[in-house]
């Protein structure tokens, strides 16, 4: 299960968390400073000397030291972006498949990301975006892992969601566990509708020309799931749905009041 959070990487509760870091190593700004201060930089860079130097687009792992929410702090090493001519997508992809796998073989079931090089690295947030959901869903189809983004910013948090929402109808088997394998259940029974929600068959009536595909595609696929009665609860799938409705929708009404 992929999950996005608007919260800082330190903060989560996961068994590994992901450090962007340099090649050396060494203790730097932003995301990588803010972990190295909670699990204590001494110690942390003791263990991290043991290890360096780390090529991009590889990870190294050590213990969480004083982050006491996690078990181990893996050690990404992203690409700087040099506009797009030095396989950086390739190398972004590569720091999250080792760092996945890392914490696999270390039993963890957890782990806890940065949107890697997206910061002073330089690499264009849809790019970062797309590199880091495409390893994690790879990852997820074959693996049982909770994977969490932690991204403090709201518009890049929701980039993200709409980014995972267009990507994950390309990985069936990831669509599979997170809707229990189409698995019949009665949860819906005793939840009722939410009575202000625009019924989306009523919405895809009066403004389908109007709305690109994926949403399209996506508003219909999530209706589907709802009246199918999958394994999801009426008020998971009900939140899922709003959450995509609902600003389409106040963007669509705003442009017939003009």
């Known amino acids: 299960m992929i999950i996005l959070k608007s919260a800082s990487i330190t903060c989560l509760n996961t068994d590994a968390v992901v450090n962007a870091a340099n090649e050396q190593l060494m203790e730097g700004g932003g995301v990588c400073g803010y972990i190295f201060a909670a699990a204590g930089p001494s110690e942390l860079q003791a263990a991290c000397d043991k290890l360096a130097p780390c090529k991009t687009g590889s990870a190294v792992i050590t213990p969480a030291f004083g982050m006491k929410n996690n078990k181990y702090i893996i050690h990404a090493v992203g690409p700087i972006w040099k506009g797009g001519k030095a396989r950086e997508a390739v190398k972004l992809y590569s720091a999250y498949q080792k760092s996945l796998e890392l914490a696999r073989e270390n039993g963890c079931r957890s782990i806890g990301f940065p949107l890697l090089s997206a910061g002073i690295f330089g690499v264009p947030l849809d790019v970062a975006w ?39 109808l390309g990985y069936p088997k990831y669509m599979e566990k997170i809707l229990g394998e189409g698995k019949q259940t009665d949860k819906f029974e005793d939840v009722p509708a939410k009575p202000d929600a625009l019924p989306v068959t009523e919405m895809i009536a009066q403004y389908g020309e109007r709305l690109s595909p994926h949403d399209l595609s996506t508003l219909t696929l999530l209706e589907t799931i709802r009246t199918m009665n999958q394994t999801m609860t009426r008020d998971e799938l009900d939140t899922q749905l709003r959450n995509l409705q609902e600003p389409l929708l106040k963007a669509l009404q705003s442009d017939d009041e003009n």
């Open 130 to 168: 797309r590199k880091a959901l495409q390893a994690c869903l790879g990852f997820c189809c074959d693996h049982e892992m909770e994977i969490v983004f932690a991204v403090p910013d709201q518009e890049i948090r929701e980039m993200g969601e709409r980014i995972l929402q267009e990507q994950m």
